[in-house]
């Protein structure tokens, strides 16, 4: 029997991480080969264009379980029985910024989302969020879209995954694919905990395969800690 299509929403669609996602959930990579999608994509006024722009090359690729496409930047048009909410979009840290200014912004946008959902989309949607401060964007959320239960809600901290493990690669020398299970606990940001306890190199523990304390609770926790910083810094980076 042919399965109903899933609503999925991306916000933040015509930002970079939006852009290379949508193809993903658009060709069944993210829901499965056999899964069809209605998809909605949110964003700012200022990216209408892009958006219009990206719905046409969705159509030109002519994804076989795309059944519809829709974009705007209302998020009670878009959340309307929405299945899935992909939450990509969020104001951006820029140099300067503080913590608090950050929260700041993206409380709002947030708030409005959340409400949003709350009013119209089902109670059953599944929500994940990317946008960082993911975790307290992530509470924000939930916070206002109280008809869905709390255990439908989570949210990545994937790039300071990927960078403790670049860390802890490089420094017992071993590819990358050889590192597994650290964990980083608390908010994209310096106050967060990168934690190698439970970590392995080549299925051994990691703190026994590098075995210097210092380094583990010095260079590698401040470098993954503070990697933003710098990439926000350097002129080269679109951060």
């Known amino acids: 029997m042919e399965k109903k299509p899933l609503v999925v929403c991306v916000t933040g669609a015509a930002g970079q991480i939006g852009y290379s996602l949508v193809p993903l959930v658009a060709s069944g990579d993210v829901f499965g080969p056999d899964q069809p999608i209605e998809l909605r994509m949110l964003d700012i006024e200022f990216m209408l264009e892009s958006l219009k722009g990206l719905a046409m090359e969705l159509e030109d690729c002519a994804y076989p379980l795309l059944t519809s496409v829709k974009y705007g930047t209302d998020?009670?048009?878009?959340?309307?029985?929405?299945?899935?909410?992909l939450f990509v979009g969020g104001f951006p840290r820029k140099q300067g910024m503080e913590r608090k200014d950050l929260i700041s912004k993206n409380c709002n946008i947030f708030k409005e989302q959340g409400t949003a959902l709350n009013e119209v989309a089902k109670a059953t949607t599944k929500c994940l969020v990317v946008a960082n401060p993911a975790n307290t964007n992530c509470l924000i959320l939930s916070n206002?879209?109280?008809?869905?239960?709390?255990?439908?809600?989570?949210?990545?901290?994937?790039l300071d995954h990927n960078r403790a493990i670049a860390q802890l690669a490089a420094k017992?020398?071993?590819?990358?694919?050889?590192?597994?299970?650290?964990?980083?606990?608390?908010n994209h940001s310096s106050t967060q905990y990168p934690d190698v306890n439970s970590a392995t190199i080549n299925g051994k523990p990691a703190k026994e395969v590098i075995n210097d304390?210092?380094?583990?609770?010095?260079?590698?926790?401040?470098?993954?800690?503070?990697?933003s910083l710098i990439h926000i810094s350097e002129p080269t980076r679109p951060y």
Request: net charge positive.
């Open 144 to 158: 206002y879209a109280s008809k869905i239960p709390k255990e439908n809600f989570s949210c990545l901290t994937r």
């Open 75 to 85: 998020p009670k048009e878009l959340f309307k029985d929405l299945d899935v909410g």
């Open 213 to 227: 304390e210092k380094y583990l609770h010095g260079e590698f926790m401040s470098t993954v800690q503070k990697l």
């Open 172 to 186: 017992a020398k071993v590819d990358i694919s050889k590192v597994k299970n650290p964990i980083i606990w608390g």
